[in-house]
C-alpha cells in the first residue's frame, strides 16, 4: 500500500503542475495578449516548451512501468490505456502546431492568431480531462487491479526517472 501510495503521490504532483500549465495556456488563449505583444508571445512559447518538456521528459516515462503492468489486465482496462493513449497524441499534435503557430503569429500571419487561439483552447481542454482521467480513473483501476507486489518495480521506475532528471551534485574540490 506505501508503494502505491508513494507512486501516485508523486504522478499527482506532476498533474497538479501540468494542470497549472494548461490553466495557464487556456488563460492566454482567452485573453489574447500574445495577439498583441511579442513578449507575451516569447512567453506563451516558453510554457508550451515547457509543458511538452515536461510531458516528455518526465511524466511519460514515469507512467510506463505502470502502463506495463496494466497492460492486458483486462478488456476495461487496455480500453482505458488505449483512450489515454490516444488522448496523449491528440495533445501532442495540438502541442506541436501551438508552437509552430507562434512562429507564423511572430513571422505576421493574421490567420495563425485564430488557429493558435483554437489549438490552445482545444489542447487544454483534452489535456484536463486527460489529466483527471489519470487521477480517477487510472488510479482506481491500477489499485483494483495491480497486487501489492506489482507496486516496488513501479516505484522503482518512477525513482529512476526521477533520479535521472535531477541536476548533477557539484563535486567538491
Given at each position: ?10 504522478l ?40 511538452q518538456q ?99 518495480a513501479?516505484?522503482?521506475?518512477i ?15
Amino acid at each position: 500500500m506505501l508503494a502505491f501510495e508513494s507512486a501516485w503521490r508523486i504522478l499527482s504532483a506532476e498533474h497538479a503542475q501540468m494542470r497549472e500549465l494548461a490553466l495557464a495556456l487556456q488563460r492566454d488563449a482567452q485573453d489574447g495578449g500574445w495577439r498583441s505583444s511579442t513578449a507575451a508571445l516569447s512567453a506563451l512559447q516558453r510554457r508550451l516548451q515547457e509543458l511538452q518538456q515536461l510531458d516528455n521528459d518526465s511524466h511519460r516515462p514515469k507512467g510506463v512501468a505502470l502502463v506495463a503492468a496494466l497492460r492486458g489486465k483486462s478488456a476495461e482496462v487496455d480500453a482505458l490505456l488505449e483512450t489515454l493513449e490516444s488522448d496523449q497524441s491528440r495533445c501532442d499534435d495540438w502541442l506541436a502546431e501551438a508552437i509552430a503557430l507562434c512562429e507564423q503569429v511572430r513571422a505576421g500571419r493574421e490567420p495563425a492568431a485564430a488557429e493558435l487561439q483554437q489549438t490552445l483552447g482545444s489542447h487544454a481542454q483534452v489535456l484536463l480531462e486527460h489529466l483527471d482521467r489519470e487521477d480517477t480513473v487510472l488510479r482506481e483501476i491500477s489499485a483494483r487491479c495491480l497486487a501489492p507486489e506489482d507496486w516496488p518495480a513501479i516505484v522503482s521506475s518512477i525513482s529512476k526517472v526521477l533520479r535521472a532528471s535531477r541536476p548533477a551534485a557539484p563535486t567538491s574540490r
